[in-house]
Protein backbone atom coordinates (compact mmCIF):
# COMPACT_ATOMS: atom_id res chain seq x y z
CA UNK A 1 0.00 0.00 0.00
CA UNK A 2 2.68 2.78 1.35
CA UNK A 3 4.16 2.25 -2.16
CA UNK A 4 1.25 3.19 -4.17
CA UNK A 5 1.40 6.77 -4.76
CA UNK A 6 -2.13 7.89 -3.43
CA UNK A 7 -1.87 11.36 -1.15
CA UNK A 8 -3.45 10.35 2.53
CA UNK A 9 -6.54 12.43 2.93
CA UNK A 10 -5.86 15.44 5.48
CA UNK A 11 -7.32 14.87 9.20
CA UNK A 12 -10.58 16.31 10.54
CA UNK A 13 -10.34 18.49 12.85
CA UNK A 14 -13.60 20.14 15.42
CA UNK A 15 -15.63 22.97 14.07
CA UNK A 16 -15.04 24.73 17.20
CA UNK A 17 -17.86 26.82 19.41
CA UNK A 18 -16.98 29.66 16.64
CA UNK A 19 -17.83 28.11 13.62
CA UNK A 20 -20.51 30.61 12.71
CA UNK A 21 -17.54 33.73 12.00
CA UNK A 22 -16.27 31.91 8.89
CA UNK A 23 -19.39 29.99 7.63
CA UNK A 24 -22.31 32.13 9.50
CA UNK A 25 -21.14 35.09 10.22
CA UNK A 26 -24.73 36.82 11.17
CA UNK A 27 -25.00 34.29 13.69
CA UNK A 28 -21.89 35.07 15.07
CA UNK A 29 -22.96 38.88 15.05
CA UNK A 30 -21.85 40.51 12.74
CA UNK A 31 -21.98 41.09 8.43
CA UNK A 32 -19.20 40.54 6.33
CA UNK A 33 -20.18 39.43 3.03
CA UNK A 34 -22.38 41.06 0.44
CA UNK A 35 -23.69 37.35 -0.32
CA UNK A 36 -23.65 35.31 2.30
CA UNK A 37 -24.71 31.43 2.39
CA UNK A 38 -27.54 30.95 4.50
CA UNK A 39 -30.80 28.16 5.42
CA UNK A 40 -33.54 29.48 2.26
CA UNK A 41 -32.84 27.49 -0.74
CA UNK A 42 -36.25 28.43 -2.41
CA UNK A 43 -36.57 31.22 -4.79
CA UNK A 44 -39.53 33.01 -6.26
CA UNK A 45 -39.48 30.61 -9.25
CA UNK A 46 -38.14 27.20 -7.52
CA UNK A 47 -40.17 24.23 -8.85
CA UNK A 48 -41.98 22.01 -6.24
CA UNK A 49 -43.81 21.82 -2.44
CA UNK A 50 -42.83 24.19 -0.81
CA UNK A 51 -41.27 22.82 3.17
CA UNK A 52 -39.34 24.23 6.04
CA UNK A 53 -37.20 21.54 7.57
CA UNK A 54 -37.04 22.22 11.59
CA UNK A 55 -35.49 19.81 14.54
CA UNK A 56 -32.42 20.15 17.21
CA UNK A 57 -29.94 18.17 17.85
CA UNK A 58 -29.74 16.49 21.12
CA UNK A 59 -26.45 15.08 23.36
CA UNK A 60 -26.03 12.01 24.89
CA UNK A 61 -27.80 13.83 28.00
CA UNK A 62 -30.56 14.87 25.56
CA UNK A 63 -29.98 18.71 26.05
CA UNK A 64 -30.51 20.36 22.86
CA UNK A 65 -27.07 21.54 20.96
CA UNK A 66 -26.98 25.38 20.39
CA UNK A 67 -23.94 25.76 18.75
CA UNK A 68 -24.43 22.86 15.76
CA UNK A 69 -23.52 23.65 11.96
CA UNK A 70 -26.03 21.90 9.79
CA UNK A 71 -25.90 21.66 5.58
CA UNK A 72 -28.24 19.82 3.73
CA UNK A 73 -27.89 18.36 -0.25
CA UNK A 74 -31.11 17.91 -1.97
CA UNK A 75 -32.78 16.70 -5.52
CA UNK A 76 -34.51 19.29 -6.87
CA UNK A 77 -38.45 18.02 -7.29
CA UNK A 78 -37.90 16.07 -10.46
CA UNK A 79 -35.10 14.20 -8.33
CA UNK A 80 -32.51 16.05 -10.07
CA UNK A 81 -29.13 17.01 -8.16
CA UNK A 82 -28.06 20.18 -9.41
CA UNK A 83 -24.44 18.93 -10.51
CA UNK A 84 -22.87 17.93 -13.79
CA UNK A 85 -21.96 14.19 -12.37
CA UNK A 86 -25.83 13.65 -12.62
CA UNK A 87 -26.93 11.90 -15.40
CA UNK A 88 -30.61 11.86 -15.02
CA UNK A 89 -31.04 13.53 -18.47
CA UNK A 90 -34.46 12.50 -18.91
CA UNK A 91 -35.07 14.70 -15.56
CA UNK A 92 -35.39 19.15 -15.81
CA UNK A 93 -32.69 20.87 -14.00
CA UNK A 94 -34.59 23.09 -12.25
CA UNK A 95 -31.84 26.70 -12.71
CA UNK A 96 -33.20 28.46 -9.65
CA UNK A 97 -32.55 25.53 -7.32
CA UNK A 98 -29.03 24.76 -5.77
CA UNK A 99 -30.13 22.30 -3.42
CA UNK A 100 -27.76 23.37 -0.78
CA UNK A 101 -27.93 25.78 2.27
CA UNK A 102 -26.54 25.91 5.92
CA UNK A 103 -27.30 26.78 8.87
CA UNK A 104 -26.97 26.91 12.85
CA UNK A 105 -29.05 25.90 16.03
CA UNK A 106 -30.48 29.06 17.39
CA UNK A 107 -28.12 29.88 20.35
CA UNK A 108 -31.83 30.23 22.89
CA UNK A 109 -33.94 27.68 21.41
CA UNK A 110 -31.54 25.09 19.60
CA UNK A 111 -34.05 25.11 16.94
CA UNK A 112 -32.53 24.76 13.61
CA UNK A 113 -34.60 25.66 10.52
CA UNK A 114 -34.51 24.97 6.26
CA UNK A 115 -37.06 26.52 3.65
CA UNK A 116 -37.10 24.48 1.51
CA UNK A 117 -38.77 22.20 -1.50
CA UNK A 118 -39.74 18.48 -1.08
CA UNK A 119 -37.21 16.15 -3.85
CA UNK A 120 -38.33 14.18 -5.73
CA UNK A 121 -36.75 10.22 -5.64
CA UNK A 122 -33.70 9.60 -7.37
CA UNK A 123 -32.19 7.05 -9.67
CA UNK A 124 -30.41 4.31 -7.31
CA UNK A 125 -26.89 2.53 -8.15
CA UNK A 126 -26.79 0.21 -10.72
CA UNK A 127 -29.06 -2.65 -9.63
CA UNK A 128 -30.47 -1.09 -7.30
CA UNK A 129 -34.22 0.43 -6.90
CA UNK A 130 -34.65 4.09 -7.39
CA UNK A 131 -34.16 5.99 -3.29
CA UNK A 132 -37.31 7.65 -1.98
CA UNK A 133 -37.34 11.41 -1.76
CA UNK A 134 -34.41 12.52 1.25
CA UNK A 135 -32.45 14.95 2.26
CA UNK A 136 -28.58 14.60 3.03
CA UNK A 137 -27.36 16.45 6.04
CA UNK A 138 -23.79 16.94 7.35
CA UNK A 139 -23.41 18.34 10.37
CA UNK A 140 -20.02 19.68 12.51
CA UNK A 141 -19.66 21.25 15.61
CA UNK A 142 -17.98 21.80 18.96
CA UNK A 143 -17.13 18.31 20.50
CA UNK A 144 -17.89 16.92 16.81
CA UNK A 145 -14.05 15.75 15.66
CA UNK A 146 -15.21 14.69 12.14
CA UNK A 147 -18.49 15.88 10.39
CA UNK A 148 -21.57 13.67 11.09
CA UNK A 149 -23.70 12.20 7.42
CA UNK A 150 -27.03 11.54 7.62
CA UNK A 151 -30.43 11.14 5.72
CA UNK A 152 -33.72 12.63 6.15
CA UNK A 153 -36.80 10.74 4.59
CA UNK A 154 -40.23 11.92 4.73
CA UNK A 155 -42.83 10.28 6.72
CA UNK A 156 -45.73 10.68 3.96
CA UNK A 157 -43.70 8.34 1.31
CA UNK A 158 -44.11 5.07 3.68
CA UNK A 159 -44.08 2.88 0.14
CA UNK A 160 -41.07 4.54 -1.15
CA UNK A 161 -39.24 4.55 2.00
CA UNK A 162 -40.29 0.84 1.96
CA UNK A 163 -38.32 0.30 -1.23
CA UNK A 164 -35.45 2.73 -0.21
CA UNK A 165 -31.94 0.57 -0.65
CA UNK A 166 -30.42 2.40 1.77
CA UNK A 167 -33.17 2.41 4.52
CA UNK A 168 -33.77 -1.21 3.43
CA UNK A 169 -30.02 -2.45 4.43
CA UNK A 170 -30.35 -0.46 8.07
CA UNK A 171 -30.56 -3.29 11.10
CA UNK A 172 -32.06 -3.46 13.48
CA UNK A 173 -35.33 -1.90 11.19
CA UNK A 174 -37.04 -0.11 14.16
CA UNK A 175 -33.51 2.18 13.73
CA UNK A 176 -34.38 3.29 10.57
CA UNK A 177 -37.28 5.19 12.43
CA UNK A 178 -33.85 7.68 13.47
CA UNK A 179 -34.23 8.96 9.58
CA UNK A 180 -38.17 10.12 9.18
CA UNK A 181 -39.23 13.61 9.07
CA UNK A 182 -43.03 13.88 10.83
CA UNK A 183 -44.91 15.97 8.74
CA UNK A 184 -46.75 18.88 10.31
CA UNK A 185 -49.11 21.62 8.85
CA UNK A 186 -48.37 24.85 10.69
CA UNK A 187 -50.03 27.99 9.51
CA UNK A 188 -50.84 26.71 6.14
CA UNK A 189 -47.43 25.53 5.59
CA UNK A 190 -45.66 22.57 5.87
CA UNK A 191 -43.55 21.14 8.23
CA UNK A 192 -40.97 18.36 8.78
CA UNK A 193 -39.94 17.59 12.17
CA UNK A 194 -36.62 15.95 12.35
CA UNK A 195 -34.88 15.76 15.25
CA UNK A 196 -31.05 14.29 15.43
CA UNK A 197 -29.88 12.85 18.65
CA UNK A 198 -25.95 12.21 18.69
CA UNK A 199 -25.59 9.64 21.31
CA UNK A 200 -28.27 7.76 23.47
CA UNK A 201 -31.08 5.91 23.01
CA UNK A 202 -32.86 7.28 20.24
CA UNK A 203 -29.25 7.57 18.67
CA UNK A 204 -29.46 9.16 15.14
CA UNK A 205 -28.19 6.15 12.02
CA UNK A 206 -24.93 8.30 11.21
CA UNK A 207 -23.65 6.75 7.35
CA UNK A 208 -19.79 6.20 6.53
CA UNK A 209 -19.93 7.59 3.43
CA UNK B 1 -14.21 21.77 -12.78
CA UNK B 2 -13.60 18.20 -11.95
CA UNK B 3 -16.55 15.79 -12.15
CA UNK B 4 -16.24 12.75 -10.33
CA UNK B 5 -18.31 10.38 -12.26
CA UNK B 6 -17.13 7.58 -9.91
CA UNK B 7 -17.77 6.79 -6.05
CA UNK B 8 -15.08 8.56 -3.48
CA UNK B 9 -12.92 6.06 -2.37
CA UNK B 10 -13.23 4.54 1.50
CA UNK B 11 -12.50 7.52 3.88
CA UNK B 12 -9.33 5.53 5.89
CA UNK B 13 -10.55 6.55 9.59
CA UNK B 14 -7.10 5.55 10.68
CA UNK B 15 -5.88 8.64 9.15
CA UNK B 16 -9.34 10.62 10.69
CA UNK B 17 -9.57 11.47 14.70
CA UNK B 18 -12.59 9.03 16.30
CA UNK B 19 -15.38 10.45 17.50
CA UNK B 20 -14.83 9.98 21.49
CA UNK B 21 -11.68 11.51 22.28
CA UNK B 22 -11.88 12.07 25.82
CA UNK B 23 -8.71 14.00 26.32
CA UNK B 24 -11.38 16.51 24.71
CA UNK B 25 -13.91 16.66 26.89
CA UNK B 26 -16.95 17.86 24.88
CA UNK B 27 -16.73 15.36 22.33
CA UNK B 28 -17.90 12.61 25.21
CA UNK B 29 -21.72 13.62 24.65
CA UNK B 30 -21.35 14.91 20.94
CA UNK B 31 -20.21 11.40 20.17
CA UNK B 32 -22.58 8.63 18.91
CA UNK B 33 -21.60 5.49 20.04
CA UNK B 34 -22.60 2.72 17.58
CA UNK B 35 -21.28 2.05 14.59
CA UNK B 36 -21.85 4.21 10.93
CA UNK B 37 -23.46 2.27 8.72
CA UNK B 38 -21.28 2.24 5.81
CA UNK B 39 -22.64 3.33 2.31
CA UNK B 40 -21.71 2.53 -1.18
CA UNK B 41 -21.67 5.55 -2.61
CA UNK B 42 -24.56 6.83 -5.05
CA UNK B 43 -25.36 10.01 -6.50
CA UNK B 44 -26.40 11.89 -2.84
CA UNK B 45 -22.84 11.15 -2.09
CA UNK B 46 -20.57 11.64 -5.22
CA UNK B 47 -22.88 14.95 -6.11
CA UNK B 48 -22.43 18.30 -4.42
CA UNK B 49 -22.90 21.71 -4.40
CA UNK B 50 -21.33 23.92 -6.93
CA UNK B 51 -20.36 27.38 -6.35
CA UNK B 52 -19.32 30.31 -8.61
CA UNK B 53 -17.03 32.92 -8.57
CA UNK B 54 -19.30 35.62 -8.89
CA UNK B 55 -21.10 34.45 -5.77
CA UNK B 56 -17.93 35.97 -3.90
CA UNK B 57 -16.74 39.58 -3.45
CA UNK B 58 -13.30 40.99 -4.94
CA UNK B 59 -12.12 41.14 -0.79
CA UNK B 60 -13.82 37.78 0.42
CA UNK B 61 -10.19 36.34 0.03
CA UNK B 62 -8.25 39.43 1.95
CA UNK B 63 -8.56 39.46 5.68
CA UNK B 64 -6.49 42.49 6.05
CA UNK B 65 -9.46 44.39 4.15
CA UNK B 66 -12.49 42.74 4.12
CA UNK B 67 -13.05 44.36 7.17
CA UNK B 68 -11.21 47.35 7.50
CA UNK B 69 -13.24 50.05 8.84
CA UNK B 70 -11.05 52.76 10.51
CA UNK B 71 -7.68 51.47 9.35
CA UNK B 72 -5.56 48.27 8.70
CA UNK B 73 -5.68 44.99 11.30
CA UNK B 74 -3.15 44.68 14.29
CA UNK B 75 -0.98 41.87 13.81
CA UNK B 76 1.65 39.86 11.54
CA UNK B 77 1.05 40.40 7.81
CA UNK B 78 0.51 36.44 6.72
CA UNK B 79 -0.12 35.07 3.57
CA UNK B 80 -1.58 31.37 3.50
CA UNK B 81 -1.11 29.60 0.72
CA UNK B 82 -1.80 25.71 -1.02
CA UNK B 83 -3.27 23.37 -3.37
CA UNK B 84 -6.17 21.27 -2.69
CA UNK B 85 -5.33 18.07 -4.14
CA UNK B 86 -7.54 14.25 -3.92
CA UNK B 87 -6.03 11.52 -2.73
CA UNK B 88 -5.25 10.88 -6.33
CA UNK B 89 -2.74 13.39 -6.57
CA UNK B 90 -5.12 15.95 -8.65
CA UNK B 91 -5.96 19.52 -8.20
CA UNK B 92 -9.58 20.34 -6.92
CA UNK B 93 -10.40 22.98 -9.00
CA UNK B 94 -13.03 25.30 -8.13
CA UNK B 95 -14.23 24.08 -4.94
CA UNK B 96 -15.14 26.87 -1.96
CA UNK B 97 -12.48 26.99 0.53
CA UNK B 98 -13.30 29.65 3.81
CA UNK B 99 -11.79 30.25 7.01
CA UNK B 100 -12.07 32.29 10.31
CA UNK B 101 -9.68 32.79 12.61
CA UNK B 102 -9.14 34.45 16.01
CA UNK B 103 -7.26 38.33 15.75
CA UNK B 104 -3.59 38.57 16.84
CA UNK B 105 -4.29 38.38 20.44
CA UNK B 106 -6.15 35.78 20.60
CA UNK B 107 -10.09 36.80 20.60
CA UNK B 108 -12.98 35.53 18.14
CA UNK B 109 -15.28 38.40 16.91
CA UNK B 110 -18.34 36.39 18.41
CA UNK B 111 -20.95 37.27 20.76
CA UNK B 112 -20.14 34.03 22.74
CA UNK B 113 -16.39 34.60 23.08
CA UNK B 114 -15.52 36.01 26.40
CA UNK B 115 -11.69 36.39 26.44
CA UNK B 116 -10.07 39.50 28.22
CA UNK B 117 -8.56 40.02 24.58
CA UNK B 118 -9.69 42.90 22.99
CA UNK B 119 -11.60 43.05 19.52
CA UNK B 120 -9.74 44.35 16.31
CA UNK B 121 -12.41 46.61 15.29
CA UNK B 122 -10.71 46.34 11.66
CA UNK B 123 -11.06 42.47 11.45
CA UNK B 124 -13.75 40.15 11.31
CA UNK B 125 -11.85 37.26 11.11
CA UNK B 126 -13.34 35.01 8.06
CA UNK B 127 -12.81 35.02 4.16
CA UNK B 128 -13.35 32.38 1.25
CA UNK B 129 -12.21 31.95 -2.13
CA UNK B 130 -12.48 29.30 -4.79
CA UNK B 131 -9.24 27.36 -6.27
CA UNK B 132 -8.61 28.11 -9.54
CA UNK B 133 -8.06 25.38 -12.29
CA UNK B 134 -5.17 23.84 -10.65
CA UNK B 135 -6.73 23.72 -7.30
CA UNK B 136 -4.25 26.97 -5.84
CA UNK B 137 -5.28 29.01 -3.27
CA UNK B 138 -4.27 31.84 -1.32
CA UNK B 139 -5.65 34.01 1.61
CA UNK B 140 -4.19 37.21 3.26
CA UNK B 141 -4.39 37.97 6.88
CA UNK B 142 -3.23 38.12 10.63
CA UNK B 143 -1.35 35.38 12.29
CA UNK B 144 -3.96 34.54 14.77
CA UNK B 145 -2.62 34.45 18.87
CA UNK B 146 -3.02 31.73 21.27
CA UNK B 147 -6.17 31.62 23.47
CA UNK B 148 -7.09 29.65 26.71
CA UNK B 149 -10.46 27.35 26.28
CA UNK B 150 -12.21 25.38 29.14
CA UNK B 151 -10.75 21.66 28.67
CA UNK B 152 -7.99 21.70 31.63
CA UNK B 153 -7.63 24.55 33.73
CA UNK B 154 -5.05 25.57 32.24
CA UNK B 155 -5.40 24.50 28.00
CA UNK B 156 -4.42 27.06 25.42
CA UNK B 157 -4.98 26.63 21.76
CA UNK B 158 -1.85 27.08 19.59
CA UNK B 159 -2.22 29.62 17.01
CA UNK B 160 -4.42 28.21 13.81
CA UNK B 161 -6.88 28.79 11.29
CA UNK B 162 -9.75 26.68 10.92
CA UNK B 163 -10.47 25.71 7.41
CA UNK B 164 -13.68 24.36 5.73
CA UNK B 165 -13.21 22.77 1.87
CA UNK B 166 -16.61 21.91 0.05
CA UNK B 167 -14.91 19.40 -2.43
CA UNK B 168 -16.65 18.61 -5.64
CA UNK B 169 -19.00 15.79 -3.94
CA UNK B 170 -21.04 15.87 -0.44
CA UNK B 171 -18.85 12.85 0.58
CA UNK B 172 -15.78 14.99 0.77
CA UNK B 173 -16.98 17.81 2.78
CA UNK B 174 -14.02 18.88 4.80
CA UNK B 175 -13.29 20.79 8.03
CA UNK B 176 -9.98 21.21 9.94
CA UNK B 177 -7.38 23.78 11.25
CA UNK B 178 -4.11 24.92 9.74
CA UNK B 179 -1.22 25.65 12.86
CA UNK B 180 1.98 27.23 12.22
CA UNK B 181 5.41 25.55 12.39
CA UNK B 182 7.22 26.00 15.21
CA UNK B 183 4.49 27.10 17.23
CA UNK B 184 5.27 25.65 21.40
CA UNK B 185 1.84 24.87 22.26
CA UNK B 186 1.39 22.05 19.45
CA UNK B 187 2.61 19.33 21.06
CA UNK B 188 -0.01 19.60 24.06
CA UNK B 189 -2.60 20.91 22.06
CA UNK B 190 -5.97 18.58 23.27
CA UNK B 191 -7.50 19.20 20.33
CA UNK B 192 -4.83 18.16 17.51
CA UNK B 193 -4.18 15.43 20.04
CA UNK B 194 -7.46 14.24 18.89
CA UNK B 195 -5.70 12.99 15.43
CA UNK B 196 -4.07 8.94 17.06
CA UNK B 197 -1.06 9.13 14.34
CA UNK B 198 2.07 12.04 14.49
CA UNK B 199 2.59 11.92 11.48
CA UNK B 200 -1.59 12.85 10.23
CA UNK B 201 -0.92 15.59 12.97
CA UNK B 202 1.95 17.13 11.63
CA UNK B 203 0.06 17.24 8.21
CA UNK B 204 -1.90 20.01 9.70
CA UNK B 205 1.43 22.30 10.49
CA UNK B 206 2.10 24.34 7.84
CA UNK B 207 5.63 24.80 6.83
CA UNK B 208 6.81 29.09 6.64
CA UNK B 209 7.10 29.19 3.00
CA UNK B 210 9.80 32.47 2.81
CA UNK B 211 9.67 31.76 -1.19
CA UNK B 212 5.85 33.20 -1.31
CA UNK B 213 6.59 35.95 1.23
CA UNK B 214 6.48 39.00 -0.03
CA UNK B 215 9.30 41.06 1.22
CA UNK B 216 8.95 44.16 3.66
CA UNK B 217 5.53 43.23 3.41
CA UNK B 218 3.93 39.69 4.34
CA UNK B 219 5.36 36.63 5.82
CA UNK B 220 3.83 33.24 3.56
CA UNK B 221 3.13 29.57 4.95
CA UNK B 222 2.04 27.16 2.93
CA UNK B 223 -0.84 24.62 3.73
CA UNK B 224 -1.53 21.59 1.39
CA UNK B 225 -5.45 19.77 1.79
CA UNK B 226 -6.30 16.44 -0.04
CA UNK B 227 -9.66 15.52 -0.08
CA UNK B 228 -10.92 11.92 -0.64
CA UNK B 229 -10.22 10.84 -4.12
CA UNK B 230 -11.98 9.12 -6.67
CA UNK B 231 -11.70 5.01 -7.06
CA UNK B 232 -11.30 3.54 -10.75
CA UNK B 233 -14.11 1.53 -11.84
CA UNK B 234 -12.05 -1.35 -13.25
CA UNK B 235 -14.06 -4.20 -14.83
CA UNK B 236 -17.46 -2.41 -13.71
CA UNK B 237 -20.44 -1.00 -15.40
CA UNK B 238 -21.10 2.40 -14.89
CA UNK B 239 -22.53 3.28 -11.56
CA UNK B 240 -25.81 4.80 -12.20
CA UNK B 241 -28.74 3.52 -14.34
CA UNK B 242 -30.39 0.12 -14.99
Not at chain 2, 58 to 65: A, G, I, Q, S
Not at chain 2, 99 to 105: E, F, L, T, Y
Not at chain 2, 126 to 155: H, L, M, W
Not at chain 2, 179 to 198: Q, R, S
Request: glycine fraction near 10%; include cysteine.
Amino acid sequence: MTTLEYLPETPSQTAGPYVHIGLIPHQAGFDIFEKPFGNILVGRNTQGERIRIEGRVFDGLGSPCRDILLEIWQANAAGRYNHPADGQTDKPLDPGFRGWGRTGTEFDTGLYRFDTIKPGPVIGRRGHKPMAPHVNIWLAARGINIGLATRLYFDDEPALNEEDPVLRMIEPAIRRQTLLARRENRDGGVVYVFDIHLQGENETVFFDV
Amino acid sequence: MTVPQAEFIQRDRGQQPPALSPGYKTSILRSPRLALWSLQNSLSEFTGPVFGREELGPLDHDLLLNYAKTGEPIGERTIVHGRVMDENGRGVANTLVEVWQANAGGRYRHKNDTYLAPIDPNFGGCGRVITDETGAYAFRTVKPGAYPFRNQVNSWRPAHIHFSLSGSGFAQRLITQMYFEGDPLIPMDAILNTIPDPAARQRLVAPLDLNAAVPLDSLAYRFDIVLRGTRSTLFENKLQGN
